[in-house]
Nanobody, 125 residues
Framework: VQLVESGGGLVQPGGSLRLSCAVS????????ISWFRQAPGKEREGVAC????????DYADSVRGRFTISRDNAKNTVYLQMNSLTSEDTAVYYC???????????????????WGQGTQVTVSS
């Protein structure tokens, strides 16, 4: 099982970035994938979730309406489109997979045992 994030970088406030999470070693069709982030001195928080159970998504309140998670199972990739970025979005962003198949996006952000290495997003002028 491998998850590899890419697409991070430096962006000005109000700008946009799209992160990618390329997965391998498992069938993405059967797994929920979530994006998390961790800012310096803060706890890791769940940001966005996509499940193949019912093709639903879920977002943290802090990003709802600005971030969009999507998946392309044929390309084994999950994306996070981030718009209207602010300095509060500065963090290392991780994608993660839960242990079990067919999990729902239930807002609990728990049960994730496989993680990527992270990609840095810095929002600054």
């Amino acid at each position: 099982v491998q998850l590899v994030e890419s697409g991070g970088g430096l962006v000005q406030p109000g700008g946009s970035l799209r992160l990618s999470c390329a997965v391998s070693g498992f069938n993405l069709d059967y797994y929920t994938i979530s994006w998390f982030r961790q800012a310096p001195g803060k706890e890791r928080e769940g940001v966005a979730c996509t499940t193949s159970v019912d093709d639903s998504t879920d977002y943290a309140d802090s990003v709802r309406g600005r971030f969009t998670i999507s998946r392309d199972n044929a390309k084994n990739t999950v994306y996070l489109q981030m718009n209207s970025l602010t300095s509060e979005d500065t963090a290392v962003y991780y994608c993660a997979r839960p242990t079990f198949t067919l999990e729902l996006c239930d807002g609990k952000w728990s049960g994730y045992d496989y993680w990527g290495q992270g990609t840095q997003v810095t929002v600054s002028s």
